[in-house]
């Protein structure tokens, strides 16, 4: 094929947390790249995931939910979302079906309206409401902005996303091949794996734990040429919390360590040893040189 038809470009998905842009995101790229959790904002960072056909690549980056922030790591999250719509090709703004519009969509539609960028309105979770109501939530946001195009999809079962692609994909600019055709993100494993650990913490411990988990992979090993020994600790900002994660007799980070294995085998392709430990390390989510070790940098944004 002609270089000249080959079409690139880089789309941010951004909206308020939990309408499930990580989960657009892995059905996109056929892979998980980014963890899901019926928790708020449980991304932190922007993840980048890259689908590439043989006429386009597509790069991808899923940004925090847009909230109002509470602490140095909430403020970290804003600004790294809002810092993408300047850098992008195309902007993809999710919204909920299930939920009416609110003061987190206005703020996002504000800060969007100074943007010279095609913006789509993707209205997610289809599969969760009545068709009739779909009109309802159009009418709602039919006038805010100047839609490149509205798609109402499901990202969890994938109605309507290869015709969202395939749209996105024909109005992209031509453009080089960024990443070889089998790369799915650019983000390095290290980082996947932690996230992975962090995903299950949140998935088992619950309303118990609150949104202040970060997880450090300590050392990742090649133990023979079967199995990868990685040692990793999860890190909480109370004592109180300490208790709840380890469990009776271990059993909670047992189960942990076990869910979160199979996922990273799945990842590496080799199988596992997972070494797993608890720290405190109290208010770490407003303090710099915590958040700057555990990957959460001013750099990023």
Same mark, same amino acid.
């Given at each position: ?28 790229? !056929? ?8 928790? =708020? ?23 925090? !939910? ?37 003061? !987190? ?24 409401? /009545? ?12 006038? =805010? ?9 499901? =990202? ?54 609150? /949104? ?34 380890? !469990? ?54």
């Amino acid at each position: 094929m002609d270089k000249q038809d080959f079409h690139s470009g880089f789309v941010a998905i951004i909206g308020r947390p939990n309408v499930g842009k990580s989960t657009l995101l892995n059905r996109i790229v !056929g892979q998980k790249v980014a963890i899901m959790s019926d928790k =708020a904002q449980t991304t932190r960072n922007r993840i980048q995931g890259i689908y590439t056909t043989d006429e386009s690549q597509m790069v991808f980056i899923d940004t925090p !939910g847009i909230h109002k922030p509470h602490s140095r790591l909430g403020d970290f999250m804003v600004k790294s979302a809002l810092s993408t719509l300047g850098e992008v090709d195309a902007i993809i703004f999710m919204i909920n079906a299930d939920e009416r519009r609110g003061a !987190g969509d206005n703020f996002i539609i504000d800060r969007l309206k100074e943007v010279k960028k095609p913006i789509y309105l993707v209205i997610n979770k289809i599969d969760q409401i /009545h068709p009739d109501h779909l009109l309802e939530i159009m009418d709602q946001y039919q006038d =805010a902005l100047k839609w490149e195009d509205i798609y109402p999809i499901s =990202a969890l079962e994938g109605n309507n996303v290869p015709e969202l692609l395939a749209t996105l994909q024909s109005k992209l600019p031509v453009g080089p091949q960024y990443y070889p055709s089998d790369q799915v993100t650019d983000h390095p494993e290290r980082f996947i794996i932690s996230e992975l650990i962090r995903e299950k913490v949140l998935e088992l411990t619950r309303q118990e734990v609150p /949104h202040s988990t970060a997880v450090v992979i300590d050392s990742i090993k090649r133990q023979d040429e079967e199995k990868v020994h990685i040692q990793a600790t999860i890190i909480i900002e109370r004592s109180s919390q300490k208790g709840i994660i380890i !469990g009776k007799g271990g059993s909670m980070l047992k189960k942990i360590g076990s869910l979160a294995r199979r996922d990273i085998e799945t990842l590496l392709g080799d199988k596992v040893y997972l070494e797993l430990w608890v720290k405190v390390q109290e208010n770490w989510k407003d303090r710099e040189n915590l958040l700057a070790s555990y990957g959460y940098r001013q750099d990023d944004y």
